[in-house]
């Protein structure tokens, strides 16, 4: 059994038989269970976890989220009638992969040089098309990390995200009448060194959709603060989702 964590600060409740929200310890998402029960299942990710009385008993479900400070990364620029928040894309983990990119692609125009200077087979051109094809997506890939910046606007009409200046899909337009909420959520990916985890911002609709606005974020800090200062701005209140990253 894994003890559940309390969602929210410590007041006293005045009647006991309310209804109080903690949150589940594997999956973030918020459970409303009665303030005598001694454990409850997650109806998320199934958990099941313990309720210690002394803090069943102290819990309450007003307490807002704390503020996220602004991160290095991001540049926050307020005008009449606009909102205008920019990431830059570059971290540290591009260095090692451009000097691996770099590699890479001398080994192949040294392979190409030798087979099209001597007239070697036709296997010999052909077999290393898929490293070719590998070595162009990262070398693109890595070069977008080095110089791309995403631009998130928000007037009273609508809300834009657009990469650039090298060409990358995600681009994002949503009239503002149509949001309802935006959350983020962890991505976890296995590889065969392990597993690595990113973050995503997320939008839902008031028809009930969700769209991915952000993907690929090397810090949670960088979306809950983004998620923070676009609720602000639309004076959107901060609803729990299933699933979402809490602080």
């Known amino acids: 059994m894994l003890v559940v964590s309390i969602a929210d600060s410590f007041n006293e409740l005045g009647d006991m038989s309310e209804l109080i929200t903690l949150?589940?310890?594997s999956c973030g998402g918020k459970i409303k269970v009665t303030s005598n029960a001694t454990r409850f299942v997650c109806e998320y990710c199934g958990t099941e976890s313990?309720?210690?009385g002394t803090l069943i008993a102290a819990a309450s479900?007003?307490?807002k989220r704390p503020e996220i400070a602004q991160p290095a990364n991001v540049i926050v620029d307020?005008?009449?009638?606009m909102?205008?928040?920019e990431r830059r894309w570059f971290s540290f983990k591009y260095i090692p992969v451009a000097f691996f990119c770099v590699a890479w692609d001398a080994f192949l125009f040294f392979w190409y040089g030798i087979a099209f200077s001597t007239g070697a087979p036709w296997i010999m051109i052909v077999f290393p098309v898929a490293h070719v094809a590998v070595g162009v997506g990262l070398t693109y890939s890595t070069l977008a990390g080095f110089i791309n910046t995403?631009?998130?606007e928000i007037n009273y009409q609508e809300l834009t995200i657009k990469h650039g200046p090298l060409p990358w899909l995600g681009n994002v337009k949503i009239p503002i009448h149509d949001l309802k909420q935006l959350y983020t959520k962890p991505r976890v990916t296995s590889g065969e060194n392990g597993s690595s985890t990113t973050y995503e911002l997320y939008?839902?609709?008031w028809n009930g959709r969700s769209m991915k606005l952000l993907s690929g974020l090397?810090?949670?800090d960088v979306g809950l603060f983004i998620e923070q200062q676009v609720e602000g701005w639309l004076g959107i209140d901060d609803q729990p989702v299933p699933g979402e990253l809490l602080r």
């Open 83 to 85: 909102l205008k928040l």
């Open 78 to 81: 307020q005008e009449m009638g």
């Open 61 to 63: 479900a007003d307490q």
């Open 218 to 220: 090397d810090s949670a």
């Open 50 to 52: 313990v309720v210690p």
């Open 23 to 25: 949150t589940c310890p």
């Open 203 to 205: 939008a839902n609709t």
């Open 150 to 152: 995403t631009v998130l």
